[in-house]
């Protein structure tokens, strides 16, 4: 099956009153064990990598991003992959390229007004 945007997603679970489940991947592992989940659920997921797990990857989000792509691409069901709690601007750049179709930008940490300008600009590059 493709992998699916996140929107789609989104749309089709609030078009019948449901949510979709997001989890988080950190290994090839992870991600195979949430779609065969899936697989046997019968029901679409968003598979979700975040700044963390790209750190554990020693900064790296290719290698993760390319296998949890492909893991969704074989899945029997729809998957998106969304790339979770970015405070890197870099990061956040990279994320289209690398196959994500969502991407939540996490400015939490800085101070109100930085939280603020950091966030418009992420909106406005998006």
């Given at each position: 099956?493709?992998?699916?945007?996140?929107a789609e997603l989104?749309?089709?679970?609030?078009?019948?009153?449901?949510?979709?489940?997001?989890?988080?991947?950190?290994?090839?592992?992870?991600?195979?064990?949430?779609?065969?989940?899936?697989?046997?659920?019968?029901?679409?997921?968003?598979?979700?990598?975040?700044?963390?797990?790209?750190?554990?990857?020693?900064?790296?989000?290719?290698?993760?991003?390319?296998?949890?792509?492909?893991?969704?691409?074989?899945?029997?069901?729809?998957?998106?992959?969304?790339?979770?709690?970015?405070?890197?601007?870099?990061?956040?750049?990279?994320?289209?390229?690398?196959?994500?179709?969502?991407?939540?930008?996490?400015?939490?940490?800085?101070?109100?007004?930085?939280?603020?300008?950091?966030?418009?600009?992420?909106?406005?590059?998006?």
């Open positions: 099956m493709p992998l699916v945007t996140t989104v749309s089709a679970a609030a078009a019948r009153g449901h949510g979709v489940a997001a989890f988080n991947v950190i290994t090839l592992e992870h991600a195979e064990a949430i779609a065969e989940g899936a697989e046997r659920a019968g029901a679409p997921a968003i598979l979700q990598i975040s700044e963390n797990a790209v750190r554990f990857h020693g900064g790296r989000l290719t290698a993760v991003a390319a296998a949890t792509a492909a893991v969704a691409r074989a899945a029997a069901v729809p998957l998106a992959l969304h790339l979770d709690h970015v405070e890197s601007a870099e990061l956040l750049r990279a994320a289209p390229a690398e196959g994500f179709s969502s991407v939540m930008f996490d400015a939490s940490k800085l101070p109100y007004a930085e939280n603020l300008k950091a966030t418009a600009e992420a909106v406005r590059w998006g």
